[in-house]
């Protein structure tokens, strides 16, 4: 079994420029993509960024310039690094991950941690 354990929400001021962490733990051979997603109230999920295992990372386009994210292979964890916060950031924020276990493939999601952006 995969989890991952996301850290790094709360209520943070316009402007400002928190983390997220999300690590990966359990029984898996490899991580491949990790990414993070969030999901405003009435919406669908959707992606903010991704990264894979080589480090090739792809931004929606609200975010790019702003967002950075990264990964370290040794810890299995992904960051998001949020620059210049802005009101409408203001939602919950979910880690993914896909990758393989010993016999197949896995796809697991974060619990979502709430970022909170006030003006």
């Known amino acids: 079994q995969v989890q991952l354990v996301e850290s790094g929400g709360g209520l943070v001021q316009a402007g400002g420029s928190p983390r997220l962490s999300c690590a990966a733990s359990?029984?898996?051979?490899?991580?491949?993509?990790m990414g993070w997603y969030r999901q405003a109230p009435g919406k669908q999920r959707e992606l903010v960024a991704v990264i894979t295992s080589s480090g090739s990372t792809n931004y929606t386009d609200s975010v790019k310039g702003r967002f950075t994210i990264s990964r370290d292979n040794a810890k299995n964890t992904v960051y998001l690094q949020m620059n210049s916060l802005k009101p409408e950031d203001t939602t919950v924020y979910y880690c993914?991950?896909?990758?393989?276990?010993?016999?197949?493939?896995?796809?697991?999601w974060g619990q979502g941690t709430l970022v909170t952006v006030s003006s």
């Open positions: 359990g029984n898996f051979f490899s991580i491949n993509n």
């Open positions: 993914n991950a896909n990758g393989r276990r010993w016999y197949n493939h896995f796809e697991v």
